[in-house]
């Protein structure tokens, strides 16, 4: 499966962007999808999680600030992002679980990272 990320750009503090994650190809069944984000010097945080059915979660520093969403007729992961800090200033890169079967172990897919830069 072929992720392709986008929506990343650089925006002032208090502003919103929203970030789309597009699955294509494959013979595998997504049963989660997310964000992740990548500071230079800072670990690589979980910033919002989708699993098949609809439930989702936040890392606290995003709650209520970021929504993830997922439009199965576009096959499409987004991430809203609103009242952003600079301090959300990363690479953020979408990510799914992949299973062949019930049986199978999960696999993971990545897409490239797209940037979002936060001005204070």
């Known amino acids: 499966v072929r992720l392709v990320a986008s929506g990343g750009g650089l925006v002032q503090a208090g502003g919103s962007l929203r970030l789309s994650c597009e699955a294509s190809?494959?013979?595998?069944?997504?049963?989660?999808m997310g964000w992740y984000r990548q500071t230079p010097g800072k670990e690589r945080e979980l910033v919002a999680r989708?699993?098949?059915?609809?439930?989702?979660s936040y890392a606290d520093s995003v709650k209520g600030r970021f929504t993830v969403s997922r439009d199965n007729t576009k096959n499409t992961l987004y991430l809203q992002l609103n009242d952003l800090e600079p301090d959300d200033t990363a690479l953020y890169y979408c990510?799914?679980?992949?299973?062949?079967?019930?049986?199978?172990?999960?696999?993971?897919?990545w897409g490239q990272g797209t940037q979002v830069t936060v001005s204070s």
């Open positions: 990510y799914a679980d992949l299973k062949f079967s019930i049986e199978s172990p999960v696999e993971q897919s």
């Open positions: 190809g494959g013979r595998r069944n997504i049963v989660a």
């Open positions: 989708w699993i098949s059915g609809g439930s989702t």
